[in-house]
């Protein structure tokens, strides 16, 4: 997981609390990544950003909001926090665009365990 | 949409042993595809990435394959270890698109015992 920086290791916020999750990389990767990974249901894509100042939906944005500050930098912001978002969120980054040659890999941070009482 | 299945989801053998991963998908229309291992509360390290492309790629002692006209790819693990045990994902990578997303199996989580 070198390269990949996540903030908080742990969390656990009631019901209705916001916070911010957050991401950086040292990589000078282009595409960053948000990922919850949940029992049963593999890793699913939050948000992401193909690049500085542009950010999609995933497949769950629902509920979430990101921000790409800078290259290095990509928060994902849980403005009112439900149980349903109990999990384990992962950032990761890698190459896109013109970049594509260099295969595409991503490379995953160690991960944030919320936990939404 | 595409869906990715591992299976087993759950495997344990003697260490020592050969052991192939198996990893499905239904879209074969891919860029590429990456194996990953996941140790407990840890995130993921990417083990093998393949081209669509390619055929296999080799790491050591890990060896990925790739039929992507039957949406299959296999993970082979020759001489087991202890230090193998972890869970491991296969995800795979749309061809289109301005970056490259993934989607992921639910994984395979393998014990290697002495």
């Known amino acids: 997981n070198a390269g990949v920086t996540q903030t908080p290791k742990f969390q656990v916020l009631k019901t209705g609390q916001s916070m911010t999750l957050q991401c950086a990389q040292d990589?000078?990767?282009?595409?960053m990544y948000w990922y919850r990974q949940d029992p049963g249901m593999g890793l699913r894509l939050i948000y992401y950003s193909a690049s500085e100042g542009t950010t999609d939906k995933g497949e769950v944005p629902n509920g979430y909001n990101v921000s790409r500050l800078n290259k290095r930098e990509f928060s994902l912001r849980l403005e009112s926090a439900a149980p349903s978002q109990t999990s384990v969120y992962f950032c990761?980054?890698?190459?896109?665009?013109?970049?594509?040659?260099?295969?595409?890999?991503?490379?995953f941070g160690p991960g944030t365990r919320l936990t939404v009482l | 949409k595409q869906e990715v299945t591992q299976i087993p989801a759950a495997l344990s053998v003697p260490e020592g042993e050969n052991l192939v991963l198996n990893c499905s998908f239904t879209d074969s229309a891919i860029y590429n595809l990456q194996w990953f291992r996941q140790d407990p509360g840890k995130g993921l390290t990417s083990l093998l990435l393949?081209?669509?492309?390619?055929r296999e790629q080799t790491s050591g002692r890990l060896n990925a394959s790739l039929d992507k006209s039957s949406g299959r790819s296999t993970l082979y693990i020759a001489a087991s270890q202890p230090g193998d045990s972890a869970t491991y994902l296969c995800?795979?990578?749309?061809?289109?698109?301005?970056?490259?997303?993934?989607?992921f199996g639910t994984g395979t989580r393998l014990q290697v015992t002495l």
């Open positions: 990761a980054i890698g190459t896109s665009g013109r970049l594509r040659t260099l295969y595409n890999e991503q490379f």
């Open positions: 995800a795979v990578r749309r061809s289109t698109g301005t970056a490259s997303k993934l989607t």
């Open positions: 393949i081209q669509s492309s390619q």
């Open positions: 990589m000078n990767h282009n595409s």
